[in-house]
C-alpha cells in the first residue's frame, strides 16, 4: 500500500504528512503530528472524542480519511487556546467541573465551539442537541452544560466590549 | 487499498470501471469507514466524490431541487427556502446521527447504504424523489424506490454512482413531513417511520404518498394509505383507514429495537401523525 502526501493546514499552521490511503484523519493527528487531544473512544463516529473542524464544520476524526484532508484546514482543541491564554470554554470547564477522567472533553471543547460560532445564545435544550455526538460516561452532563451556558455568556460579553 | 478522488464524474465513472477489485464510493464515508474499521469490507479503491464540483451543488427552487451526491446533511437545514419547500426531507436528513455526522453525511450515500432504518429514504419516496444514476455509458434517471433492494443491497451496477438525487416541481398548497420513533431522543435508529407528502385544494386532500421505513427490507410505499386520505379534510374515520393500511403494509423483523407488534402498531400512529403535520403545514385546517 503506498502512501498519500497531503498539505492541510492544522490550526492555522502548514502541515505535511504521508498517510496510508486508509488511515483515519485521527490517526494521523495523534501519531503523525502530535495532536494526541484528539482521542479515540469508539473510533466509529458514536462518541466524539475525537471532533475536529474540517473546513469549519464539525466532524468525527475517526470517520474521515487523512488522504481526504488535501487542502483542508483542520481544528483540533490545541488550537482553542490562544496566545497562552485558556479559551472561554476551557475555563468555564474548569470553574464548573465539567470533566473527571478527560477522555470525552477536547471533543466536547471543540463541539461546544463549533455550537457557539453558529448559536451564541445557545438554550440549554439546543445544547443537550448540539453535544448528543459527544459522550461523557463520568459527569451526567449537567455540569458540562452548564459550563456551556456560562462560557456563551463570557463570550457574548467579550463580543459586546 | 488506492485512494483517488478524481474532479469529474466521467473520471470517476472510468475509475469505477476499470477497477477489477473492490470499489467504494466514498461521500461522507459515515457508514464506509465504520465498515472498512470492522473489517466488513476490505476496499481495493476507495473512489472520493468529495472533490467534483457538481456533485457538491445544492440547487433549491421551486421547479426543482437538486441534491448533489456530496452535499452534506447539514446544508440542507441550512437552507431556509429547501426547509420551507420541503420540510419533510429536510427533517428526515437532519435526523441522521450527531451534529458530526451531519457535517459529513449525504442523502445520497443515505440512499445507497440501503439500510431499511435509512431516515432520509422514506422522505425521499414520498417526495417524488428521482436519482440522477451515472456510469460508464452515461445517465439514467430511476425513481429513489428503485434503487434499494433489500438491506445493504442496490439495484446500482458495479460501475455506476449516483450523482444527485432531484425532487420535482412543488405543487401549491403541499408539504411533506417525517416522523420517526426511537427509544432515545438522539443518536438512535428509527424502529418505525414515516413519510408523507400531500397536496390540498380547498382544504381537501388532492393527492399524498405514504411511506414507512424500518417496517420491512425496504422502505415500503402504501397506497392503500394515500388512498384512504385523498379526498378528505383528515377526519377521525379517514386517519383511522389510513392508519389501518399503514398497520397492514408492515412485514417487520423482531429485534433488540422493537417487535413485530408494535412496530406494526406505531407504524399506525406515526403515519396518522405525519399526515396531520404536513396537513396543517400544507395549510389545511380540520
Known sequence: ?161 | MRFESPTTTKAAASMLASESGAAHVLAGGTDLLVRMKMGMVEPDLVLDIKRIETMKVLKVAAGGVHIGGAVPAVELGESERLRSLWPGVVEAANLIGSDQIQGRCTVVGNLCNASPAADSVPALIAAGAKALIVGPKGKRRVGVEKVVLGPGKTSLGRDEFIEAVVLPARAGKSADAYLRFTPRTEMDIAVVSAAVNLTLSRGVVTAAKVVLGAVAPTAVVVPAAARAIIGTKLDDAALEKMAKACRAACNPIDDKRGTVEYRTKVAGVLGRRAALVAFERAGGSK
Open chain 1, 1 to 161: 500500500m503506498s502512501g498519500v502526501t497531503v498539505s492541510a493546514k492544522v490550526n492555522g499552521d502548514a502541515v505535511q504528512y504521508v498517510c496510508p490511503p486508509n488511515e483515519s484523519l485521527m490517526d494521523v493527528l495523534r501519531n503523525r503530528l502530535n495532536l494526541t487531544g484528539v482521542k479515540e473512544g469508539c473510533g466509529t463516529g458514536d462518541c466524539g472524542a475525537c471532533s475536529v473542524t474540517l473546513d469549519d464544520r464539525l466532524v468525527c476524526s475517526c470517520l474521515v480519511l487523512g488522504a481526504e484532508a488535501e487542502g483542508r484546514s483542520i481544528g483540533t482543541v490545541e488550537g482553542i487556546s490562544q496566545d497562552g491564554e485558556l479559551h472561554p470554554l476551557q475555563t468555564a470547564f474548569i470553574d464548573h467541573a465539567a470533566l473527571q477522567c478527560g477522555i470525552c472533553t477536547p471533543g466536547f471543547l471543540v463541539a461546544a465551539k463549533s455550537l457557539l460560532g453558529r448559536n451564541p445564545n445557545p438554550s440549554e435544550e439546543e445544547i443537550r442537541y448540539a453535544l448528543a455526538g459527544n459522550l461523557c460516561r463520568c459527569t451526567g452532563y449537567d455540569k458540562i452544560v452548564r459550563a456551556v451556558q456560562s462560557a456563551a455568556k463570557v463570550m457574548r460579553k467579550q463580543k459586546k466590549s
